[in-house]
């Protein structure tokens, strides 16, 4: 799983065995180790307790919850992501995206490559 952070949205970008894992009612975790005492861990989990796309922050972890059927439709279609915007405040929102991993284009035989979506053959 590939985690953007830019200004005030995350995106985490998902493989196909990951995704397959969320699909069959797991979570998928990555971690960050900074240093021996420092690591930043940013988790995705399927969860019934959510009706929307939400994220929260806690001991340095970046947890993104998807409710059940949302992830159903993403792992049973060609819907290539899912987003929401959390509200913070009244001047403040949070954009969460989730997106299919594709074969990056410039960079096709790339381990990073090894287990991520085909391209679709439609043009954009």
């Not at 240093?35 to 959510?50: C, D, F, G, K, P």
């Not at 819907?79 to 929102?93: A, D, H, R, S």
């Amino acid at each position: 799983m590939k985690l953007r952070l830019r200004e005030n949205s995350i995106r985490l970008r998902l493989l196909q065995s990951e995704i397959e894992q969320l699909r069959q009612g797991g979570t998928v975790s990555e971690k960050i180790r900074f240093n021996e005492r420092q690591t930043l861990t940013y988790t995705l989990i399927v969860s019934a307790a959510v009706t929307k796309i939400s994220s929260r922050f806690e001991n340095a972890e970046i947890i993104v919850e998807i409710p059940h059927n949302a992830i159903r439709e993403w792992t049973t279609t060609d819907l290539v992501g899912l987003e929401n915007k959390q509200k913070i405040n009244e001047n403040l929102t949070l954009e969460i995206k989730l997106e299919k991993d594709f074969v990056c284009l410039d960079r096709p035989f790339d381990e990073d490559n090894r287990d991520a979506f085909p391209r679709p053959t439609q043009n954009c």
